[in-house]
T-cell receptor
Framework: AQSVSQHNHHVILSEAASLELGCNYS??????LFWYVQYPGQHLQLLLK??????LVKGIKGFEAEFIKSKFSFNLRKPSVQWSDTAEYFC?????????????FGIGTKLQVIP | DTAVSQTPKYLVTQMGNDKSIKCEQN?????MYWYKQDSKKFLKIMFS???????INETVPNRFSPKSPDKAHLNLHINSLELGDSAVYFC????????????FGQGTRLTVV
């Protein structure tokens, strides 16, 4: 079955540490890729997106993600995390063959940043 | 102004009851969605409407019925509530053809007791 995998379910980092959250998908065709963030008690917010072009995309709050087509991956990175980055992070994949409305979310990675 | 608003924010109800959750967006988007987030934070699409027309209807019990009176509103009605329906329900909207680039509402935490 086609799926989106986030391998790290719970990550604990100290402030200023570097972050990389993995996301892999199993769709074979063209995809749009997204990372969403959900702060405690809040709704989901779009962090960054990839549609086409430069595979290294930059989002809000210093986050970036790199699309590696050969690895079916779209990992999220941040050089130096802050306590305010504590949140749940969701990778989402939209396979274009399914139409623009069809999107599958990963199970999420809970990031806890310790001051 | 809130872009995507849902009411109520919290809903506690007994098994067997019928309840509705309302959603409104003031972004002028053509497409609206309902997502269910379970206790493990797994987020799954339930329905998608494009300009009042049902586009996606995932495997959801027919006790769940979306209603879109106009393209700015997508309400979710649930009949005969069950314990397993307890979850956070998110409404979202997006411009036409930008599906996953969605704006989410604050969520409605439904607890069935």
């Amino acid at each position: 079955a086609q799926s989106v995998s986030q391998h790290n379910h719970h990550v604990i980092l100290s402030e200023a540490a570097s972050l990389e959250l993995g996301c892999n998908y199993s769709y074979g065709g063209t995809v749009n890729l997204f990372w969403y963030v959900q702060y405690p008690g809040q709704h989901l917010q779009l962090l960054l997106k990839y549609f086409s072009g430069d595979p290294l995309v930059k989002g809000i709050k210093g986050f970036e993600a790199e699309f590696i087509k050969s690895k079916f991956s779209f990992n999220l990175r941040k050089p130096s995390v802050q306590w305010s980055d504590t949140a749940e992070y969701f990778c989402a994949v939209n396979p274009l063959s399914g139409g623009y409305q069809k999107v599958t979310f990963g199970i999420g990675t809970k990031l806890q940043v310790i001051p | 102004d809130t872009a995507v608003s849902q009411t109520p924010k919290y809903l506690v109800t007994q098994m067997g009851n019928d309840k509705s959750i309302k959603c409104e967006q003031n972004l002028g988007h053509d497409t609206m969605y309902w997502y269910k987030q379970d206790s493990k934070k797994f987020l799954k699409i339930m329905f998608s409407y494009n300009n009042k027309e049902l586009i996606i209807n995932e495997t959801v019990p027919n006790r769940f019925s979306p209603k879109s009176p106009d393209k700015a509103h997508l309400n979710l009605h649930i009949n005969s509530l069950e314990l397993g329906d307890s979850a956070v329900y998110f409404c979202a909207s997006s411009p036409r053809d930008r599906g996953p680039e969605a704006f989410f509402g604050q969520g409605t935490r439904l607890t069935v007791v």
